[in-house]
């Protein structure tokens, strides 16, 4: 089967250091493996995007030499696939509505755990839907952080995947459009390896191919914080591409030449030199 990886950027704000470099790596891992390298734009969350998010995104992957070998796909043209997939869950009953309150939540220490909802009294609040959780762990060997396993249960309990708002949520939809894209491995940052259990979980329930994933240690800011989109942190610089990605491929280990090229020049060196395996596995600080 061909490789086919991703990048799956959230439209709530400019890209910023920490997601080049999940971008560059994916990009990496997919041309050395000879495969395909998709953009997705994650918008299913208009209460959180940032109007020109999605574009300045696209535009600052371009103007670092990150070409998709397909049009982007954006996940607010999907909603009839999530429909089904949560219509798919519910005919099978793992999915429950839940009017539970937060602070109803909070005895169970805020995570359901019941398979139901304990909140039926009340019928004027509008639903979240639920996924049911059992009691079962969840295990995946990450191509770079190694042996993994949850117990959803513990960890989660029965989550979310529809919002009392009507939206889908982000693991529902990751799930749907990594099988509609026929998505071979995910690699992507370390904060979202707390998520894959859930992604792993979803995926079975709904009868889809498996993935393999390898989740790239963040980047932290000299107080070891990691750098967030919303935290401002180190923007980059679409009209002056070249500093950024060098840092970007120095972070993830890999060759830099000693001449001075551009990004399409520091890309394909990168490439030609390409080792995974030297990739480094813990979040730290970027050496510029
Ligand atoms: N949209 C998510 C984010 O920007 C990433 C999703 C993914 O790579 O699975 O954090």
Sequence with gaps: MTYRGRFAPSPTGQLHFGSLVAAVGSWLCARHAGGQWLVRVEDIDPPREVPGAAAGILATLAAFGLVADEPPLFQSTRLAAYDAAFEQLRAAGRVFPCSCSRSELAAGGGIHRDGQCLAAAHADRVPA???????????????????????????????????????????????????????????????????????????GCLGLPAVRYRHLPLVLDA??????????????????????????????????????????????????????????????????
């Design 129 to 203: 839907w639920r996924l049911r959780v059992p009691d079962v762990e969840v295990t995946f060997d990450d191509a770079l952080q190694g042996p993994q396993h949850e117990n959803l249960r513990e960890t989660v309990g029965d989550f979310v995947i529809r919002r009392a708002d009507g939206f889908y949520s982000y693991q529902l939809a990751c799930v749907v459009d990594d099988a509609f894209q026929q998505i071979t491995e995910v690699v992507r940052g370390q904060d979202l390896l707390e998520s894959t259990a859930r992604q792993i979980w979803l995926r």
């Design 223 to 288: 107080q070891g914080n990691k750098l967030s989109k919303t935290a401002h942190a180190w923007p980059i610089d679409p009209a002056e591409p070249t500093p950024a990605l060098r840092r970007a491929l120095a972070f993830l280990r890999q060759p830099l030449p000693d001449t001075v090229i551009g990004v399409g020049g520091l890309l394909a060196h990168a490439l030609a030199g390409f080792d995974p395996a030297v990739m480094p596995h813990c979040s730290g600080n970027s050496v510029a």
